[in-house]
């Protein structure tokens, strides 16, 4: 039985390095999508759930690319508020073979962070 589903969170564009070693020698990443509550949503709209998603996204490439993936998901977006005033929030994150990564978030005063419910 499918349910209907709200997930409320931010969305942000994750740069991953495509080779292991220290961020100041990587010259290669690989672009996606991240936040918790997005990539819920993305595996409840894959299970048939019905799933709208709420977050706030700057008018910039980056929640471009958010929300055409988020549509491509078939996740209702009709609750994605786009702001001129700040950008979508984004990461770089390095690959280990062992251990955690280096993550160098770029998030302050993101447009998710001004999000008002």
Do not use: Q, W
């Not at 409320?8 to 990443?29: L, Q």
């Not at 048939?48 to 998901?73: A, C, P, Q, W």
């Not at 984004?90 to 999000?115: I, M, Q, W």
């Amino acid at each position: 039985m499918s349910k209907e589903l709200i997930t409320i969170g931010e969305a942000m564009i994750v740069f991953i390095a495509e080779n292991e070693g220290d961020f100041t020698e990587i010259k290669n990443f690989s672009k996606g999508i991240a936040g918790a509550e997005l990539n819920v949503s993305i595996g409840l709209s894959r299970l048939g759930h019905k799933v709208s998603y709420i977050t706030r996204l700057g008018n910039d490439v980056f929640g471009n690319y958010i929300e055409d993936v988020i549509n491509k998901e078939g996740i209702c977006s009709d609750n994605i508020l786009r702001d001129s005033e700040y950008s979508t929030g984004f990461y770089f994150k390095t690959k280990v073979k062992d251990g955690d990564p280096e993550v160098h978030y770029f998030r302050k005063n993101s447009a998710a962070s001004k999000l008002k419910l």
